[in-house]
């Protein structure tokens, strides 16, 4: 039986070990973002304009004054073959510690989740698959010689026949055509499919740490309230930043996060503390 002690914490320590120290079948909902395997060393740096003594040109070739606020990187270069060997054991100890009625959600890019989804389909099974949902987003620079890669890829599989899906707490979308619906149905909107149009976390966002993968509050929310219940536990155990826990914290679930970067470990228990200051 997992230990309530355990519950809403950030741990600096890396996914596997993590996993491993859990029981079995304690967890409702896992979501992971684990480095994708892209070959490059992630970096990102936080700047405040209008003070400091760095220049740099903007619009029209304008100067401009600016501070360094902070600077997050990780190495995300790691060779595929040991890579896949690394997310496989993540996998499949995430596998054992989800309940019966429980689902992971891995979210991925081009680099690598033609390669994960194989191995999720030999761990959890291919009748287990229940959706690659594809998170479109329209923003940063444009490729001359193809099209823009301008998307993620989530892959959402159940523990077993059952699992948690509460229709009701998604929020709605508004119709393409809302002259082709009823009144009444245009004015509630529609479900989400499984192609979700949401902008990344804006440059001038207060919502914006500077972590190099930071993902939107509103993209966990929306798993959160899907895939798991008020009072259930959701693991992330690549947490970076802590969205996911911020976001389960919001969203009145308990949750458990891991990260062997000290930096993000901190981010996210500030992030967390400030959200309970909120509260309080």
């Known amino acids: 039986m997992l230990d309530p002690a355990e519950l809403d914490k950030v741990y600096l320590c890396d996914a596997l070990t993590k996993l491993q120290s859990l029981p079995d079948a304690c967890i409702d909902l896992i979501y992971i973002d684990p480095p994708f395997g892209s070959g490059k060393a992630q970096s990102m740096t936080r700047i405040r304009t209008g003070e400091g003594e760095q220049l740099r040109k903007g619009f029209g070739d304008r100067t401009y004054q600016f501070s360094v606020i902070s600077h997050q990187s990780f190495d995300d270069r790691l060779p595929r073959t040991d890579y896949l060997q690394f997310l496989s054991e993540v996998l499949l100890e995430a596998h054992r510690t989800l309940k019966t009625t429980g689902s992971i959600y891995v979210h991925l ?107 939107p509050l509103a993209l966990l929310r929306r798993i959160i309230l899907a895939s798991s219940r008020p009072g259930e536990l959701v693991v992330d155990v690549f947490c970076g930043s802590g969205t996911t826990l911020v976001a389960a914290a919001q969203c009145g679930r308990h949750y458990i996060g891991a990260d062997i970067s000290q930096d993000a470990v901190a981010l996210a228990q500030l992030r967390l503390t400030a959200l309970n200051a909120d509260k309080s």
């Open 109 to 215: 890019d081009h680099h690598s989740v033609h390669y994960v989804k194989v191995r999720l389909d030999e761990i959890f099974g291919e009748e287990r698959f229940l959706n690659e949902i594809i998170w479109a987003y329209d923003y940063g620079g444009r490729h001359r010689d193809r099209w823009p890669q301008k998307h993620d890829s989530l892959l959402w599989y159940a523990k077993s026949k059952t699992w948690t899906f509460n229709r009701d707490e998604i929020d709605r979308l508004p119709y393409m055509a809302p002259g082709l619906v009823p009144k009444e149905k245009a004015l509630r909107g529609k479900l989400p499919t499984d192609v979700w149009w949401m902008t990344i976390v804006p440059t001038n966002s207060k919502e914006r740490t500077g972590y190099p993968t930071q993902k």
